[in-house]
């Protein structure tokens, strides 16, 4: 993969030779000379830019710069954290944007096989698509999560662009998606159709207007959740900046960090990207707020809890809810009081799932359900797994 991969710039080191010591800066090994990468023995977490925007809707010949974004990152203390990070550079424009979308592949399928977490910043959202098909050689089935104000399935017969690119994922084999969410989505920003397409595809959509009112919302939905991507345009302008973010809606820096983090904790999700990244300079703000997410999403991998071994009686709490016609499995965790609901496995059915599974709940979906409420998110996993 170094084939494809440029050093960090001149301005980021030197501005790396200034800062105290103790900062990310000093202690995480980057790549500063072309050919020469960090060690990636023991390795959590590795820093990757992808300089590419040209299908970007909008796109008018600007340039990408992930320089705001290192420079404040480096500047900031680690936590009590056991992983090693490093930075190992950029991806520059390929010749074509196939070819850009075939080194971050490339680069990212190397990092998940050496089990290191990619924290990927990117230029437009179409990238996502790249870092979807990296788990191709996988061989599982995986779940998306994108945080973002427009839902971006646009019509998969037409060219990829970063407000549609999530059609590619669905319809271009091989079919590795088992389930796409998005948090935050804003209504008027969306077709009426892709909203109706979204239910009809069982997939998951939550209103900005919701999961603010309960950040916690978003932790079950994280919890089972591969891959995990960040739109800036999610977070309201006055927090990331007027000059690259046009709505005055959206997240605001606590929340889009608590998102981060619960994304972290999650022991499923294994590769982060945040798009739609343009060149921050003389907007060290939403510089800033981009590395805190990064700072959180590390933190919440650091402080990982294992609760998932269900072979283990002693480890979790059954709970049986008889409604209507089914008997709902519920499992709590001992160790973290998180909560599981049991999907059965259909035998006469086509399925995607070929054992019965556990999908990540709350506790407020088990008291609907001895209220006899089915719980959305088992009826859509349920009927997902059917057709």
Not at 37 to 44: G, H, M, Q, R, S
Request: aromatic share 12%; glycine share 6%; hydrophobic share 40%.
């Amino acid at each position: 993969m170094i084939e494809f991969l440029s050093p960090i710039s001149k301005a980021v080191l030197a501005h790396r030779e200034i800062l105290p010591a103790g900062v990310l800066g000093k202690q995480i090994e980057i790549h500063h000379k072309k050919g020469a990468l960090p060690d990636l023995a023991n390795v959590k977490f590795a820093l990757l830019g992808v300089k590419e925007n040209r299908n970007d809707v909008n796109y008018i010949g600007k340039e990408v710069s992930f320089d705001a974004f290192r420079k404040a990152l480096y500047s900031l203390y680690p936590g009590n954290w056991s992983h090693k990070m490093v930075d190992i550079g950029d991806i520059e424009k390929g010749e074509a944007v196939t070819d850009t979308y075939f080194a971050m592949r490339t680069v990212l399928t190397a990092l998940l096989k050496k089990k290191i977490i990619p924290l990927i910043l990117g230029g437009s959202q179409d990238l996502l698509y790249a870092q979807y098909r990296a788990y191709d050689s996988v061989g599982t089935m995986v779940n998306m999560v994108n945080v973002d104000c427009n839902f971006d399935l646009g019509d998969a017969e037409k060219p990829i662009s970063n407000k549609s690119y999530v059609g590619k994922v669905i319809v271009d084999k091989p079919y590795n998606l088992f389930n796409y969410s998005v948090i935050g989505y804003q209504s008027y920003f969306n077709p009426p159709e892709e909203i109706a397409l979204m239910e009809k595809l069982y997939f998951d959509a939550y209103r900005l207007g919701e999961v603010t009112a309960d950040i916690t919302l978003v932790e079950p939905i994280l919890r089972n959740t591969d891959i995990v991507a960040i739109d800036v345009t999610a977070i309201k302008s006055a927090e990331i900046s007027y000059k690259n973010s046009a709505s005055p809606n959206g997240f605001d820096g606590r929340e889009i960090c608590a998102i981060a983090r619960y994304a972290g904790i999650s022991n499923k999700s294994t590769s982060f990207g945040v798009y739609e990244l343009a060149d921050y300079q003389g907007a060290e703000s939403g510089a800033m707020l981009v590395a805190q997410m990064l700072w959180y999403f590390v933190e919440g991998v650091n402080f990982r809890i294992a609760d998932e071994d269900f072979g283990n009686a002693d480890l979790y709490t059954t709970y049986k809810v008889p409604v209507d016609d089914e008997v709902l499995v519920f499992k709590k965790s001992n160790k973290t009081g998180r909560w599981w609901i049991e999907l059965p496995f259909i035998s006469n059915a086509n399925n995607k799932l070929k054992s019965r599974t556990l999908l990540p709940c709350t506790y407020g979906e088990y008291l609907s359900a001895t209220n006899q409420e089915i719980p959305e998110r088992w009826y859509k996993a349920r009927r997902k797994n059917e057709v």
